[in-house]
């Protein structure tokens, strides 16, 4: 098992750019979720998904988007990127019942946005 | 939803000093998951609880849940380089959406 795999590792895009960062897990897990985490703060959820074709707003939504074709990807999408979004993002899944409760995190993506 | 506090912020302690971080929440629990984040790392699952009043061991952690299954934490003892990171609590009992405290921030001075 990879587990939860995440690309790019490291990207600095031009304010204005977009972008995808790519997330994708291959443990079957319904639930996966986008944070980005700031310097010295904590996880801010950007958005989440239940399942296929289900997705819905975090904390953070506002300049990203996101898809769930497959159960497995997850990808989020910087639209028009501002310096704001630097940040690290880290992807993270978890599945259902009593052990379905530990979050599986990506090794995260470190995005600047210049 | 739920909101979950963790204190402190930071934490500088020398090498075989203890250590302990803090977890609260204004509603009560399902569970809670304890993660560490090592410094440029990504949070590591380290334990859930899920009894009023567990106590479980790793090694040298201690994690708590309190009997109202309102707090929780996390003691290491005699500290050691090895435990400098971030540890996180996190608590996704009962809701899609996990909710994470801050974070505490280990710093061990050799």
């Known amino acids: 098992n990879a587990g939860v795999t995440q690309t790019p590792k490291f990207r600095i895009l031009k304010i204005g750019q977009s972008m995808t960062l790519q997330c994708a897990q291959d443990m079957n897990h319904n639930y996966m979720y986008w944070y980005r985490q700031d310097p010295g703060m904590g996880l801010k959820l950007i958005y989440y998904?239940?399942?296929?074709?289900?997705?819905d707003k975090g904390e953070v939504p506002n300049g990203y988007n996101v898809s769930r074709s497959t159960t497995e990807d997850f990808p989020l999408r910087l639209e028009l990127a501002a310096p704001s979004q630097t940040s690290v993002y880290f992807c993270a899944s978890r599945g259902g019942g009593f052990s379905g409760n530990t979050i599986y995190f990506g090794e995260g993506s470190w995005l600047t946005v210049v | 939803g739920q909101q979950v506090m963790q204190i402190p912020q930071y934490q500088h302690v020398q090498e075989g000093e203890d250590f302990t971080t803090y977890c609260n929440s204004s509603t009560t629990l399902s569970n809670i998951q304890w993660y560490k984040q090592r410094p440029g790392g990504h949070p590591v699952f380290l334990i859930q609880l899920v009894k009023s009043g567990e106590v479980k061991k790793q090694k040298r952690l201690t994690f708590q849940f309190g009997e109202a299954k309102k707090n929780s934490s996390l003691h290491i003892t005699a500290t050691q380089t090895t435990d400098v990171g971030t540890y996180f609590c996190?608590?996704?009992?009962?809701?899609?959406?996990?909710?994470f405290g801050r974070g505490t921030s280990l710093i061990v001075h050799p």
């Open positions: 996190g608590a996704s009992g009962g809701s899609y959406i996990p909710t």
């Open positions: 998904s239940v399942g296929a074709g289900i997705t």
